[in-house]
C-alpha cells in the first residue's frame, strides 16, 4: 500500500507554528577548533543585536548541530516555497 506523503494546509500550518514559537534566528554552528578556540560547540541564536541563549548538544554530532542550526533558516524557507508551489498549482 502506498502512503500519502502530501503535506496538508493544516500540517503546514503546525510546522510554522513550531517554527515560529522556537527562539528566534539566525542561527548560528559554532565548532571549537573550527570557528573558535576555546570552550564548547554551540548554536548561537539571534544576532549581535538581539542575542538568544546559545544551544549546546548533548550526544549529538557535528553534523546534526549543523543540521538544527541551518533548520532555524531552512525551513521558514521551505514553508514559503511550498506555499508558493501549492498557489501556483492552484492558479494552473
Known sequence: MQQ????????LNLIKQRCDKATKGPWISYVEGRDHSS??????TGDENNRGDDIELIGGTIDDQEFIA???????????????????????
Do not use: T, Y
Request: glycine share 2%; net charge positive.
Open 4 to 11: 500519502n506523503n502530501k503535506i496538508s494546509d493544516d500540517e
Open 39 to 44: 570552550g564548547s560547540n554551540f548554536i548561537m
Open 70 to 92: 541551518h533548520a532555524r533558516q531552512d525551513i521558514p524557507r521551505l514553508i514559503n516555497e511550498i506555499k508558493r508551489l501549492k498557489k501556483l498549482i492552484v492558479d494552473i
